[in-house]
Nanobody, 118 residues
C-alpha cells in the first residue's frame, strides 16, 4: 500500500501564492508518474499537472505559466507551487500517484482545500 498526505492548502488573496506538498509513504516503489487534480464545488475533478519519474511535466491550459509541479524522489514528496492565484483556482486539491510499471493500483490523497478570494 501507499499513503499520500497533502499539506499546504489554505486561504490566499487573489494574486497570491501557495505551495502544496504531498508526502508519500509505504511501498513507494510502486509509484510512477504523479499528478495534482482539483475539484471545485459542483464541478468534476480535473487534472491540473503531471510529472513523470524522470521529471517531464504537463499542465492544464488554465494553469500553464502560473503553476509548477515538481517531485523529490529521494524524499518521496510531490510539490505544486501556485502563483498568481485566481478565484477560479479555488478547489480541493488532490495528490494522485499512477502505478509504476508492473503494478496496477493507483493512489489518492485525502485532499487539501485552497481558497482564493479578495
Amino acid at each position: 500500500q501507499v499513503q499520500l498526505v497533502e499539506s499546504g492548502g489554505g486561504w490566499v488573496q487573489i494574486g497570491g501564492s501557495l505551495r502544496l506538498s504531498c508526502a508519500a509513504s509505504g511501498n513507494t516503489f510502486r509509484i510512477g508518474a504523479m499528478n495534482w487534480f482539483r475539484q471545485a464545488p459542483g464541478k468534476q475533478r480535473e487534472l491540473v499537472a503531471s510529472i513523470s519519474i524522470g521529471g517531464s511535466t504537463n499542465y492544464a491550459g488554465s494553469v500553464e505559466g502560473r503553476f509548477t509541479i515538481s517531485r523529490d524522489n529521494a524524499k518521496n514528496t510531490l510539490y505544486l507551487v501556485m502563483n498568481n492565484l485566481k478565484p477560479e483556482d479555488t478547489a480541493v486539491y488532490y495528490c494522485h500517484a499512477d502505478p509504476h510499471y508492473g503494478w496496477t493500483a493507483d493512489y489518492w490523497g485525502q485532499g487539501t482545500q485552497v481558497t482564493v478570494s479578495s
